[in-house]
């Protein structure tokens, strides 16, 4: 079965310092990546993607996402945090068929909280 | 650009009323449509999803209900909540391509209690 993990509930980081946040996957076939951020009480906003090509992908509000296929995880990784990044963030997955309707399968999410 | 609406944005309801939220997408034409719920402390649920007018896919028996009567109208629906039905729900959307690889995009959500 498709699965999704965000091993940590939460990670804590100072102002300034490298972030990372963890996600693991296992699909069957090549696999569709995605990063989301919710603020509290607010939809998901899409972060990045990876499809193929180039394992380091950059998305919005200076993130970046590694694809490591051999450890089957994509890493949401950031240089130097803000505390407005303070949210929670969800990995996904999509199954590479041609199936329009099938949804992304999501982690639990993992609580970023930036301290100044 | 494309937007996506959701109404209302908080709702507090008694077991047994019923149900209707109602989403709705603008700047684009034949849009995959997606009901999730987001249940306190836990993940997104995919719930619905639509690739036309009248054609709704559910992923997960339970007393709700969905309908697409527009193009870029989704509704979510329940003649008899429950307490469980509690939780914050998100409509999304996508291009109607095919394309596993199409990013899906999320409305503000509705924040649904049932006492």
């Known amino acids: 079965a498709q699965s999704v993990a965000q091993p940590e509930d939460q990670v804590n980081v100072a102002e300034g310092n490298p972030l990372t946040v963890k996600c693991t996957y296992s699909?069957?076939?090549?696999?569709?990546l995605f990063w989301y951020v919710q603020y509290p009480n607010r939809g998901l906003q899409f972060l990045l993607k990876?499809?193929?090509?180039?394992?380091l992908v950059k998305g919005s509000y200076g993130f970046e996402a590694e694809f490591n296929k051999s450890q089957t995880s994509f890493h949401l990784k950031k240089p130097s945090a803000l505390v407005s990044d303070s949210a929670l963030y969800f990995c996904?997955?999509?199954?590479?068929?041609?199936?329009?309707?099938?949804?992304?399968?999501f982690g639990k999410g993992t609580t970023l909280s930036v301290s100044s | 650009s494309q937007t996506i609406h959701q109404w209302p944005a908080t709702l507090v309801q008694p077991v047994g009323s019923p149900l209707s939220l109602e989403c709705t997408v603008e700047?684009?034409?034949?849009?995959?449509l997606y009901w999730y719920r987001q249940a306190a402390g836990r993940g997104l649920q995919l719930l619905f999803y639509?690739?036309?007018?009248?054609?709704i896919s559910s992923e997960v028996p339970q007393n709700l209900s969905a309908s697409r009567p527009q193009d870029r109208q989704f509704i979510l629906s329940s003649k008899k909540l429950l307490l469980s039905d509690s939780g914050f729900y998100l409509c999304?959307?996508?291009?109607?391509?095919?394309?596993?690889?199409?990013?899906?995009?999320f409305g503000p959500g509705t924040r649904l209690t049932v006492l």
């Open positions: 999304a959307w996508s291009e109607l391509t095919g394309r596993p690889t199409d990013t899906q995009y």
């Open positions: 699909v069957s076939g090549n696999p569709y």
């Open positions: 990876y499809i193929t090509g180039d394992n």
């Open positions: 996904a997955v999509r199954v590479p068929a041609n199936q329009a309707g099938t949804a992304l399968i």
């Open positions: 700047g684009t034409s034949n849009p995959n």
């Open positions: 639509s690739v036309g007018i009248g054609q």
